[in-house]
């Protein structure tokens, strides 16, 4: 697929570095995927956390925000936009994928620049997740998923409108759009504890108000998914600071991590069965591509990475101290070499890594396709034994 020509040279780069690609062996899994990995979408919608976020906690009375150097040292011009990483984020890159405009932030957009608007916004926010009152105490006022959904519906009733003269062109707009759904990290971050919750009982509740919201969505007409699991938390520099061994995972909260993503990929399916007719779901298993790339140096993605521990910024990082890069500090030099570019987000080399995994290898992204219920018992409980094993 062609690409805009000011994002040719970062493509180029990431083809570059990671030239090995694998193949599709299947054909028949080619046709069922060609409609979302070489689908035309006519925007893309973002619903998420400060891994997607492009700049709405500018906006927001948040205490995280991202809209300072050094921040953004790597994006276009150099300048801090928001997002929590040197450059571009997935999202950003699953928009140059489909041949589709970064998606602007809503927070930061005019009324005339909304109702002009029709290849997609994002509702992102740093800081808050799932749970409504996930994230509001310690991260000030974010955007909780119901919020952003809330935003999605006032965009539809308000600006959307005005774009299409018919309704049933409106609603053939947002059955064919792409909506990522990128949340969750926060939830194990800021509210679930380790010491005296049930894995299994908070994963539930969980992802029964994930449902919820989703669900909402498809009643605003959205019919096209693009799922993202949650992160592996507990190997993240914010963690890893005060494990024993220091610097190895906590690896109790990422196994409570990986409960909620095992169910939140069968959910997919039976969902698609039972409650969401026409709906198609990508689903991109985030939590094992960073795992993965802290790896052994034998990894052929890992060994690219000379620091796969440490954030790019702060370089001294201390627990506690530091959540995140500060003001005017300076970063690392080469911030292509680190997994992490703060203690909570990665850098856009290794936004460009899951690109080329997710759209060129499909290797951690695939469309959800309907098993048998005794075919998704069997799965789970494989997935399950290779984690904790």
């Not at 957009?109 to 608007?117: A, D, G, P």
């Not at 039976?270 to 094992?288: E, G, Q």
Request: positive net charge; hydrophobic residues 35%; aromatic residues 12%.
């Amino acid at each position: 697929m062609g690409l805009p020509s000011s994002l040719k040279p970062d493509l180029l780069v990431l083809l570059f570095c990671f030239l090995n690609v694998s193949t599709i062996n299947s054909t028949k899994r080619l046709k069922e995927e060609a409609v979302h990995f070489g689908g035309n979408f006519p925007a893309l919608y973002v619903i998420g956390d400060s891994l997607v976020d492009s700049g709405n906690n500018n906006y927001l009375p948040a205490l995280l925000k991202a809209n300072f150097t050094p921040y953004g040292f790597k994006f276009e011009g150099g300048i801090p936009t928001g997002r929590f990483s040197d450059g571009k984020t997935i999202a950003d890159y699953i928009a140059i994928y489909y041949e589709l405009p970064l998606v602007p932030a809503y927070m930061g957009l005019s009324e005339k620049q909304k109702n002009n608007i029709s290849t997609g916004i994002n509702y992102a926010s740093g800081g808050c997740g799932v749970f409504p009152d996930t994230g509001k105490q310690k991260a000030g006022g974010c955007l909780s998923m119901g919020d952003q959904v809330d935003l999605f519906n006032q965009t539809i009733k308000k600006n959307l409108k005005q774009n299409f003269k018919t309704q049933s062109e409106l609603n053939n707009h947002l059955a064919e759009s792409l909506f990522l759904i990128a949340i969750g990290s926060n939830d194990y971050s800021f509210t679930y504890d380790e010491s005296s919750t049930d894995a299994n009982s908070f994963a539930e509740k969980l992802l029964n108000e994930y449902w919820l919201q989703i669900q909402r969505l498809h009643k605003l007409g959205a019919r096209k998914f693009f799922i993202n699991n949650i992160k592996p938390v507990g190997c993240y520099p914010s963690r890893i600071d005060k494990t024993v061994p220091r610097g190895s995972c906590d690896e109790k909260i990422n196994r409570a991590v990986t409960i909620y993503n095992v169910k939140l990929r069968a959910s997919l399916s039976d969902m698609r069965r039972h409650k969401l007719s026409n709906t198609f779901f990508v689903y991109s298993d985030y939590f094992n591509f960073m795992l993965g790339l802290r790896g052994p140096s034998s990894n052929q993605f890992s060994s690219k990475l000379l620091n796969t521990t440490s954030p790019c910024c702060p370089m001294v990082y201390v627990q506690g101290k530091f959540p995140t890069c500060l003001p005017r500090s300076i970063p690392c030099k080469l911030p292509e070499m680190y997994l992490f570019f703060d203690p909570n987000h990665p850098t856009q080399m290794v936004n460009f890594m899951y690109a080329i995994q997710c759209f060129q290898e499909r290797r951690i992204c695939h469309v959800v396709r309907d098993f048998p219920p005794w075919k998704w018992t069997r799965w789970l409980e494989l997935e399950h034994r290779a984690y904790v094993s």
